[in-house]
C-alpha cells in the first residue's frame, strides 16, 4: 500500500447534541455517539494518516462541531460540512467557514429530499453558483433517482467542482447496473467530477456481501473516470451496518486488483488531497 493513505469520507456523530432523522428503520443502529477515539484505532491498524470528516446532520452547529474536532485531532484533514444552499445569504455563512483551514466543502443529504428534482430548483442552483464563485467544492449524496439534475448543473453551474459519494448508490444487492453505468459514463466526460469508491458495501446484500459483488460496479468507474478522478471512502461508522472498517478496506483492495504503485497512491491519497486541497 501507499505510505500516505487518505480516508475521503467519514463521519462522527453525537446524540446527545445532535438529531439525526434519517437514523430509523434499518439505519436505527447508528443512533448513538461515534467519535474519534471510537475510529483512530482503525486508522492506526491500516496505516490511514488523514480523514474527510463529512456532514451527517443538517443544522449549521453540526458543521461548528465538526470543525472543532478537526482543531483537536490532526488526523482529520478536512471538513465538508452543511450549509442552506437555499438561503439568499448562503455566501456570508460559506465566507464564514472558509476562515477555516479545515473547512473543505459542502454537502445536503439530497437522498432525504421528498423532492428528486430538489439539485436543480432555482433556489439551489444559486447556492451552488455561490460555491463555484468561491472555488468550494461539493459532495453529490444521490442515487441513480437524482443522476439526471448532474446534467443540469453541469450546464448552470460549470464552473462547480463536485465528487459522487458512494458511486452514486447503485443497487448493488440486485445486480443491476444499466441505468447507472450508462449516467456513469456520460458525467465521466465532465472532467470537474469525481468520484468516491465508498459506501458500497450498504447497497449490497448486508449479510452476504463479498468483495467480487463489488467488482463490476468499480471497474465500471475505474474505466470511466480513471485512475486520477476516484478516491477511497471509508463511509464509517455507517458501513458498520454491513462490515467492519477493515473489511471495507480490504474489499476495496481487493474489487480494484493489481494496480500499479502511481495508480494505487491516487486512489488511496492523492485524488482526496487534490481534490480538497489537503496538504
Not at 5 to 19: E, G, K, L, M, S
Not at 194 to 214: C, F, H, Q, R
Not at 259 to 279: H, M, P, Q, W
Request: glycine fraction near 8%; include cysteine.
Amino acid at each position: 500500500m501507499p505510505d500516505w493513505i487518505v480516508d475521503a469520507h467519514h463521519h462522527f456523530f453525537d446524540v446527545d447534541q445532535f438529531a439525526y432523522p434519517w437514523m430509523v428503520g434499518p439505519a436505527a443502529p447508528l443512533d448513538r455517539n461515534y467519535l474519534p477515539e471510537h475510529l483512530e484505532p482503525h486508522l492506526t491498524a491500516l496505516g490511514v494518516q488523514r480523514t474527510v470528516l463529512v456532514q451527517g446532520g443538517a443544522e449549521p452547529n453540526d458543521t461548528a462541531w465538526l470543525l472543532e474536532l478537526a482543531e483537536k485531532h490532526e488526523f482529520i484533514g478536512g471538513v465538508v460540512g452543511w450549509v442552506d444552499l437555499r438561503d439568499p445569504e448562503v455566501g456570508k455563512r460559506l465566507d464564514e467557514l472558509a476562515k477555516h483551514p479545515k473547512f473543505k466543502g459542502v454537502r445536503h443529504v439530497v437522498e432525504d429530499e421528498p423532492d428528486v428534482d430538489w439539485l436543480i430548483r432555482e433556489d439551489v442552483l444559486r447556492g451552488l453558483s455561490e460555491l463555484a464563485r468561491r472555488g468550494i467544492p461539493y459532495d453529490l449524496l444521490v442515487d441513480p433517482r437524482h443522476l439526471h439534475c448532474m446534467r443540469v448543473i453541469g450546464e448552470r453551474v460549470p464552473g462547480l467542482r463536485m465528487v459522487i459519494d458512494h458511486i452514486a448508490k447503485p443497487p448493488i444487492a440486485e445486480g443491476l447496473r444499466n441505468g447507472w453505468a450508462r449516467d456513469m459514463a456520460e458525467f465521466a466526460r465532465n472532467s470537474q467530477i469525481y468520484v468516491k469508491l465508498s459506501g458500497m458495501i450498504t447497497e449490497a446484500d448486508w449479510s452476504n456481501w463479498k468483495p467480487s459483488d463489488l467488482a463490476p460496479y468499480v471497474s465500471h468507474v475505474v474505466e470511466h473516470f480513471g485512475y486520477e478522478r476516484v478516491m477511497f471512502g471509508s463511509d464509517w461508522p455507517v458501513c458498520l451496518l454491513a462490515g467492519s472498517y477493515e473489511q471495507v478496506f480490504k474489499a476495496l483492495v481487493e474489487a480494484l486488483g493489481p494496480l500499479s504503485d502511481e495508480d494505487r497512491k491516487n486512489v488511496f491519497g492523492r485524488n482526496a488531497c487534490r481534490f480538497y486541497g489537503i496538504a
